[in-house]
């Protein structure tokens, strides 16, 4: 068992570099961002923007000091480098968007044996690359389709190696369909008398539960 003491860890969290979301006000609940060390779940039906979000936190991390870089897991086909451009316009005013196409490393996985295999490698390439502040896993719904035994111990040990990452890298790492997050966002369509949809903060260690309205756009996610 590895034990830290408290005031050196609080003197650690100091330094952190919060990721900013793209989204003031759930900055402003998050206390100015999403912290290092964060496991960080998004969660919602199809099509409500979790791939969309999940690509902007890559974008907006580059606007941080030290942990530029981020690792992008993708199993369903939801990374584009077009919307990372897309996005990087928007948010990086000073950089070419083709520039922010460097600090994304991407790995797609087509089944549970890539995905595991991915998984797997990830301390060895955070330990290569001190610069990675994020890892995004989008998503296991479908290597991990079905409720068998096989697909709950691997989306259970799955969990341990992130979380385990999160917490030993000071990274923030987005897993959906997490078993143990400590941060989840539920993000929800559009009803019939509103055209824009909503993000809400469901779980934290050290922010309240609220809600922000959003709408998709060619920038990405913005509030509304």
Known sequence: MELINAYDLYKLEETDELLETGLQSLDALLGGGI??????????LSATGKS????????????????????????EGG?????????????????????????????????LVELTSAIHRLELLVQQDPKI?????????????????YALRSRLEISRILS???A???????????HRPNTCFWLCP????????????????????????????????MEI
């Open 35 to 44: 912290s290092p060390g964060t496991f960080l779940e998004i969660v919602g």
């Open 52 to 75: 969309q979000f999940c690509m902007q936190l890559a974008v907006n991390l580059q606007k941080n000091k030290t942990k530029k870089d981020s690792v992008y897991v993708d199993t």
């Open 79 to 111: 990374f584009h480098t077009k919307r990372i451009c897309d996005i990087a316009t928007n948010v990086l005013k000073a950089m070419e968007p083709l520039e922010s196409l460097k600090y994304i490393q991407v790995s797609r996985c087509r089944d």
């Open 133 to 149: 502040g994020l890892v995004i896993v989008d998503s296991v719904a479908m290597p991990l389709r079905g409720e068998n035994d």
């Open 164 to 166: 385990k990452l999160a």
């Open 168 to 178: 030993s890298y000071r990274l923030i790492v987005n897993f959906q369909m997490s």
């Open 190 to 221: 559009p009803d019939a008398n509103s055209r824009s949809s909503s993000i809400f903060l469901v779980k934290s260690p050290s922010a309240m539960n609220g809600s922000v309205q959003f709408k998709i756009t060619e920038g990405g996610l």
